[in-house]
């Protein structure tokens, strides 16, 4: 197989970990450069000794500087970079005929007003938006294959979307009455020192937070909206629960008039059943973090409530995985022309 | 403190244990009796270790005999059985003049109709059910006092009625439109020697199960209905999450016509000021397990959604305590004449 | 009862937040003053919603000032405090007459230079060295009784000397044969804001650590010493296990000439047969963690390897409790005149 | 890559899960039988979700039986059955002329007076003592590489054996003097419905168990004895620690006359630099359980402690993988000549 030269912007949070994990397996990948401020001048084993041993665990992190990354020779670049930071790269990365798979919610959302009523502040490169593919690939996998910058998406959307695109698609559903409640192991938090992600703190403990306007709602209803044809607006609760990774979603809707569980099973099956990543649980089956834990699967079960005349979709991914970096191999393997398994 | 005499059947699940623990602080309990098919003629030191030193650790296990109970002079029997075995010992007890407070599911639902619906037998005693108060201090202090039978709820009933309850009676939501979600620590599943409690398929796990029919919506229904003075059918999605004790709940209800986020702050507030183990954390706080653990304490906080309408609810408790044995002695101080908070 | 005011200097930490918890559950104490510099001006159950509810919740945080404290009233005073600080008011607080349990290492030692070769500064205030009592009530019951300053011994340290004083005392094992591993939970390190210490870094891991020169190897070696009538000198090896409380402790030690294993169990039953807090497991019982958690009990279980000539101990206790702050409050007790579990 | 046919014996506990995750990995397998009693004409996918969708999860399990093995065309075997079982099976399977590679601790023992002083029974079939290969690589891969039966050893005896092997070589610490701890993963006790194992027994809590005389001893001590030529007997402490997998060992030894921590360091560079799974973590490094946690690396650290003239060893393994199904992949390889390092 021949090798393309990879660089990874920010290695080192959990999801820069996860990719590099992911890196190390995959037989077409070359790492040439891997970025991280604080850890510059030290090697991949030395900062991750779970890496010591491997592929690339001599490759010693540089200052987080596009010019080096672009030195590199490197014609793929991840940035895993904390949320605002990513147009600092990607614009010079572009520039310089890169291709650029961005793990954070900078380039995911078109309308930059919709940013800056979510983040807060105007989009820092609103030039870029247009660019960019939301890099979920059962949903874009056409428009990845060309694309020059991937957003690729995170846990909360993957797992709120792909169980509701085929049901939003058919019509089965009432907008209006989408209710979602998921929960995240901490990784899902990043790996930041602060007491509140602290092991005491978060251990036989969980809470709901962040509602009613999380940020990534934003991408959930951009997506829902553009399947819907019409504006979508939903509930949705994040919680957080005491481990490692994984994330479990329970969504409520109503059934539109006339529909039943059949059309669910039918557009489910329609929508994802060639899908190498996703699993269907049929009626019966369960969504259960532990078996997707370090797979790039989506496990989506369902069920009728006749009392409510409600539909209940159950989805189970690793948060790590398809909910961030599985996810973005799986774009680099479209991008690239790998298979789209390979590594995963 | 005058001491009464106590009787505890079946006291080797993890409410049991639970209960225990409470009464060992309690200065008004004589335990005299307590009962396991499992553990006859041994001492609850050496069953439970962690008991030894305490009070009432030497006191013997009987078998599981409703004549025994009796004959141990309690005025008082918790009964902290599986469900559906309670009423072989409640109606004995009850004719001997004792005051039973019944742990588990058996009698807290008025219509035999209903028990058969959720349960998928006959009620087993349903000359009971009419006897019977469903133990939430909150809803029904004064029938607890000088009730024969106390129905004490559980932990998924206890943390959605809590937050629902005042907006019901004063008709702010909207009753077709509630979905609730809980997350449960594993004791809630009770000490049963099963594979899917096993620590290694519970850790680094979460699901969503009991969906969409959880026998304890029976009763969660039959409470919300009498409050609204109409029929009232919920959306209910239970999870198990790597914790020993705990639960937290999510609701989302449509707000009614011209309600606002003040109605339901005054709503909760009217109906739970004085309450002792009502904590009530407004528009900003938050509902974790970490504060409510090992207490007796419901914690909640709710939001205002302007761009769906709805409210969103959150409480936490200790499953095991407010969830079950606290609230059992809560109870048990109202029919006592001791003060609310003893012992908890 | 009499109330007593009380001061808590520093209670920011898990020992501290111990520390309250079991203050308001003291029928003797007035807590009249809080101390934080992080939190100062804030109400205890503002900054710790737990506490909300209960005494003292009200009770705001004032800054970390032993003139502050004096004026207080307090009489006595717990010091809660990173290592390295308690003399900045221990000193002025004993001056004004208060007396003085301090839950660091800062006045365990007898001898300076000790001190020094363990921390590597010289100690900031020796005069107060000689003052202090090492706060092990089953060693200095009568000593602490009058003293004015208690150097409250850490969980490290008890877990270990309880077990082995009544063998050293008796000379029953070779001093220089012993080793003693110890698994610590994660509070065990403070409520530092760390990577090593978040979450996702501790859970599903597991390491030894300061190996083989931790610091409170210097008064456990001291209070062997002292028993012993000659140096001793040991090895030990802590470790990091993934929950929130406890600790496990587990000690060989080669059985001097002649010695049977019915000399070990004599010894320990004959020291310890009248203490309220150990509880002796025999030659077939076991030391676990949970039996101990949130109780100040220190559980001793040992066992004969007639193979390798060694007797093997085993203990537990709750780091926080019989580790720290319950530790504490049986000194206070006993300093009060309170019956020693009071409140434990 | 030409493809084997081979069988799993027993795949549904713990380590036969493992062993399926790696086979699926491996380009060289042809798996073409797994058979279990409990999961008889179930595919791999029902009874494992996890495996849906990967290869081979449509095979089913076929009944425990020698003879259906043999005819599957398998050509190697694997065992993973609880102790005690595995002679039922590798010795016809043997007898076909296939190469078998056992998990369990059957085939360990050279000396069956050993086996029955340790297990309690009589072995069943001694005449294949003689025929086995204990399968540690690192120690005995030249007579992995033609044996026809391997006894693969667990994760007590490799995290023990590994560090302590070069040093005993060298004689350079005391045999007399070894001391062990080992903390060990829930997994570790494999997936028996007993309420010790239930999550709420094993979460916040840990235990030593099993002391003075655990079984996988004696086959600790028999390769520590032949190594060192003279008869070897230590001591062992295992505890149980709440986490899924992963195994840390801490081991104290008293120093030969003479000997420093340079040769120590040499002894354990000698004899493991070349091996693909060892890493020497030195004088400074540590042994992390997350380090190594679904590897099949062994990550060893040592330290010297001049105040005692001890060595201390530290090691951490996946109990599941090096000490376990990895280990027995690892042997495979040898045995059919693939790279040692294939599929793990």
Redesign the interface.
């Known amino acids: 197989m021949n090798l393309v030269n990879v660089a990874v912007v920010g290695a080192s949070g959990?999801s820069g970990q996860e990719l590099l994990r992911l890196l190390v397996r995959h037989p077409g990948v070359e790492l040439v450069c891997v970025t991280s401020r604080q850890y510059a001048g030290r090697t991949i084993g030395e900062v991750y000794?779970?890496f010591?041993?491997r592929k690339f665990a001599r490759l010693k992190f540089t200052g987080s500087d596009a010019a080096a990354v672009v030195a590199s020779g490197a014609r793929f670049a991840f940035l895993a970079l904390p949320h605002g930071l990513a147009h600092e790269y990607a614009a010079p990365l572009l520039d310089a005929g890169l291709r650029v798979i961005d793990l954070s919610a900078d380039f995911r959302l078109k309308d930059p007003a919709v940013y800056e009523d979510f983040y807060g502040v105007a989009h820092p490169a609103p030039q870029l938006l247009s660019r960019s593919v939301y890099g979920l690939p059962e949903l874009y996998r056409d428009h990845i294959r060309t694309a020059s910058l991937i957003a690729s998406p995170g846990c909360y959307p993957t797992s709120i979307l792909l169980p509701l695109i085929p049901l939003m698609r058919q019509r089965l559903i009432d907008p209006?009455s989408i209710?979602a409640?998921s929960?995240s192991g901490?990784?899902g938090a990043g790996?930041?020192?602060?007491?509140d992600?602290?092991?005491?703190?978060?251990?036989?403990?969980?809470?709901?937070?962040g509602?009613?306007?999380h940020r990534h709602l934003s991408e959930i209803e951009q997506e829902l909206t553009t399947v819907a044809g019409e504006p979508v607006?939903?509930?949705f609760?994040p919680?957080l629960?005491?481990?490692?990774?994984?994330m479990?979603t329970?969504i409520?809707a109503n059934l539109g008039p006339g529909v039943g569980i059949r059309d669910i099973a039918g557009a489910l099956t329609e929508a994802w059943k060639s899908e190498?990543?996703v699993?269907l649980?049929g009626e019966t089956?369960?969504?259960?973090?532990?078996?997707?834990?370090?797979?790039n699967?989506i496990?989506i079960a369902w069920?009728?409530?006749p009392?409510?005349g409600?539909v209940?979709l159950?989805s189970?991914i690793d948060n790590l995985v398809k909910g961030a970096s599985g996810q973005a191999v799986q774009s680099f393997n479209i991008l690239g022309g790998w298979a789209e398994t390979v590594a995963l």
Do not use: Q, W
């Open positions: 959990y000794p779970r010591e041993g209006k209710v409640a929960l901490v990784s790996r930041k020192t602060e007491v992600y602290l092991f005491c703190e978060c251990n036989e403990d969980a809470r709901a937070y509602i009613p306007k607006v939903i509930s609760a919680h629960i005491p481990l490692n990774r994984g479990a329970t409520h190498p990543f699993r649980k089956g369960s969504a259960d973090i532990k078996n997707v834990a370090h797979t699967f496990d069920r009728h409530d009392r409510t409600r209940v159950m189970a």
